[in-house]
């Protein structure tokens, strides 16, 4: 993705805004246009000089003050420095998957078929403060909107919600009890349930955190048969200081995942990879608190997330007929 041109306060200001709002999700794209918009056609102070002799009418003069330059600027400031971080997040590092490594991943039936056929596609972003986007700069840039954006470009004339329910602190317990409202009453078609980091760091039992994933996955296909993915803890600091506990919740996951035949995004091998075979510093995926990624971390992460996505869906357009029941192994 190119790099804007510098801006010049010209008569070109919308249409410059108007390029840089092509490249925002489309929730920044409302918030950018209603900024650009009272920037730009703010309304303009008049200035009534007295009349020259023998004139009979007053010139009117539009005057713009320095504050209403001032919010000009800004707004199309943010609508360019938004745009542009989105432009150059991969140019500094780039999002490569693992090589000679191999996940587990279930095909994508539903979401994948829906989105053969043309019609709309709800996917829930279930977890905890990496799913809200703890450690992004911006909202644009959490997974779920990064996500929502690859999709809607690889399909821009779908219909494609990916809703954010992710909160802070929680882990199973928590979010059993909003599974319902949360989830199952938005009817999706895929849900992508980040689960067990907070587990991990309040010492919570495994064993008692995969039972209450299971359930829930039980619920979930109960109510509709959505898709669905389980993301294990990341590969951070914080969690490898719980080293035994972190690979027991992994390895439980695993197994309920392959009990309940639903697909696993092995986040933790992932980010290893990134760290130990592609030579990245962690402080390059991981924020300052050594627990929640970055920009470019969750940004990777969905772009991984979405082309397995974008993978399931070429799958059924070319007529492979993988069974949501099997489990498949292939490279990233």
């Known amino acids: ?14 249409a410059t805004a108007a390029a840089a709002l092509l490249l925002l999700t489309p929730a920044s794209q409302s918030r950018a246009q209603a900024q650009a918009a009272q920037a ?15 004139s009979r009418s007053q010139t009117t003069v539009a005057v713009t003050s320095p504050e209403q330059r001032g919010i000009t600027s800004r ?19 780039p999002c490569l998957p693992p090589k000679g490594g191999s996940k587990a991943m279930g095909s994508l039936p539903h979401v994948a078929a ?21 450690g992004a700069s911006s909202p644009d840039f959490n997974y779920p909107n990064r996500l929502a954006t690859q999709l809607r470009r690889h399909y821009p004339t779908a219909d494609i919600t990916v809703v954010n329910a992710g909160v802070g602190g929680e882990d199973a317990p928590e979010m059993m009890k909003r599974l319902q409202t949360q989830v199952i009453d938005v009817h999706p078609d895929m849900v992508i349930w980040q689960v067990g980091t907070n587990a991990v760091l309040r010492n919570l039992d495994p064993g008692d955190t995969a ?11 109960a109510a509709g048969g959505a898709d669905i993915v389980l993301v294990d803890p990341q590969y951070s600091p914080a969690v490898n200081q ?16 392959e009990l309940r035949k639903v697909g696993i995004f092995p986040r933790f091998e992932v980010m290893r990879d990134w760290h130990e075979n592609q030579s990245i510093p962690v402080e390059s995926f991981v924020i300052s608190d050594g627990l929640h990624m970055n920009d470019w971390g969750y940004a990777c992460f969905a772009q991984l997330l979405g082309d397995d996505i974008i993978r399931s869906v070429g799958q059924i357009k070319l007529g492979v007929n993988v069974p949501a029941d099997v489990r498949t192994y292939r490279p990233m």
């Open 211 to 221: 039972k209450l994933v299971e359930d829930g996955i039980s619920r979930i296909q």
């Open 40 to 54: 730009t056609q703010a309304p303009a102070q008049t200035a009534n000089p007295a009349p020259a002799p023998g």
């Open 242 to 257: 719980r080293a035994e506990s972190a690979g027991k919740m992994i390895k439980l996951l695993g197994k309920v995942a």
């Open 1 to 14: 993705m190119s790099s804007l041109r510098p801006f010049f306060p010209t008569a070109s200001l919308a």
């Open 114 to 134: 829906k989105l053969v056929a043309g019609k709309p596609v709800v996917i829930v972003a279930f977890g905890s403060s990496s799913t809200a986007g703890y």
């Open 75 to 93: 707004a199309i400031d943010k609508v360019k420095q938004v745009a542009k971080s989105a432009g150059d997040i991969f140019s500094r590092v």
